[in-house]
């Protein structure tokens, strides 16, 4: 029997994209699914769009206008309105490719200790035209089975699991945890709630080289509005989220010092290139200086050799780096 996979799409005045999202789940090619759209108090016809859509696995929840700080009682609401045992995120602006769930489901049945799964991402333009594929797991290509303390690890390094509408999960492995979280974050759930669930739910996890979902990119998003906030919060993401877990579950991560020091590090790497992009040298400088004083490790010592150079010329060099591979490869 097809396990049921509960959808959980938060929505804020995204009548401009709804509908393509609402029909990309239509269009699976995987039948049992339910799909929650929790309207944070849209004002533009976002809740009525999706209630014209006839099909009873298509619920509203009409919610008031929270905004961002409240962004995982959001989330919460719809993942309590439905009762799947899989759980897939959809933000209201962004659709999935018509295999998505199947290929995602199967993983989950084929291994039982799954706890969490996420692929390719594709982002698209505010007209949905095709700007580039996102891969931030393993090198390499094909799927692969990492342990979740291996992708604790893995995602205080960088975030691979993003965009979140390619990851799924148990439904036991969100309740274990108390559902969606915003630890340490007034802009965003899932960084936080992986990250507890990865460490409460001793398992494995799968990434699979496939897109798994078309992330669109446009000034109004969330992301691009807030995106050099988000990074910054990150290292307190991490202390707070760490801070709740137990013992029994900090050993099972691995956490240390030493990982804690590594974690800084990389934040004020991501902070510091974020600085260059903007164009904040002084600020890039600093932080590139406190890395080679403080980083735990020769790679990070000399990726903020780079960082100081960078600032020092006043040029993005790893940003022109990126655009000169991504001209290479013809995107």
Not at 189 to 213: C, I, K
Request: proline residues 6%; glycine residues 8%; hydrophobic residues 40%.
């Amino acid at each position: 029997m097809n396990p049921l996979v509960t959808i959980v799409a938060p929505a804020y005045r995204a009548a401009r994209f709804v509908r393509q999202c609402v029909e990309s789940v239509l269009a699976q090619t995987y039948p049992s699914w339910e799909l929650v759209v929790a309207d944070d108090g849209s004002d533009d016809g976002t809740p009525e769009i999706v209630e014209s859509f006839r099909d009873p696995r298509i619920r509203v929840l009409r919610l008031p206008h929270r905004g961002l700080p409240a962004l995982a009682d959001t989330y919460n609401a719809a993942l309590a309105a439905g009762t799947g045992r899989l759980v897939a995120v959809l933000e209201a602006d962004d659709w999935w490719p018509a295999d998505k769930l199947a290929v995602q489901v199967r993983g989950f049945e084929d291994l039982p200790t799954v706890q969490l799964s996420w692929g390719a991402g594709a982002w698209v333009d505010v007209e949905g035209r095709p700007l580039e594929v996102q891969r931030l797991a393993p090198e390499g290509s094909g799927d692969r089975r990492f342990s979740t303390d291996e992708l604790f690890r893995l995602l205080l390094r960088e975030y691979v699991t993003s965009p979140s509408i390619t990851v799924m999960t148990r439904r036991s492995a969100l309740e274990r945890i108390g559902g969606f979280r915003q630890d340490g974050s007034s802009h965003y759930v899932d960084f936080p709630t992986w990250l507890a669930l990865l460490a409460r739910n001793p398992g494995a996890a799968l990434w699979h080289d496939h897109v798994l979902g078309c992330w669109r990119r446009y000034p109004q998003q969330t992301t691009t509005r807030f995106g050099p906030r988000m990074r910054r919060e990150r290292w307190r993401v991490v202390r707070e989220v760490v801070k709740r877990l137990d013992a029994d579950a900090l050993q099972s991560v691995g956490w240390s010092p030493t990982l804690a020091r590594a974690n800084w590090a990389e934040w004020a790497l991501g902070c510091g290139r974020a600085a260059l992009k903007s164009g904040r040298h002084g600020r890039a400088w600093r932080l590139h200086a406190e890395v080679l004083r403080r980083g735990p490790s020769a790679r990070h010592r000399a990726k903020a050799l780079a960082g100081l150079a960078a600032a020092g010329l006043r040029v993005d060099l790893p940003g022109a780096w990126r655009r000169v591979r991504l001209r290479l490869r013809g995107r």
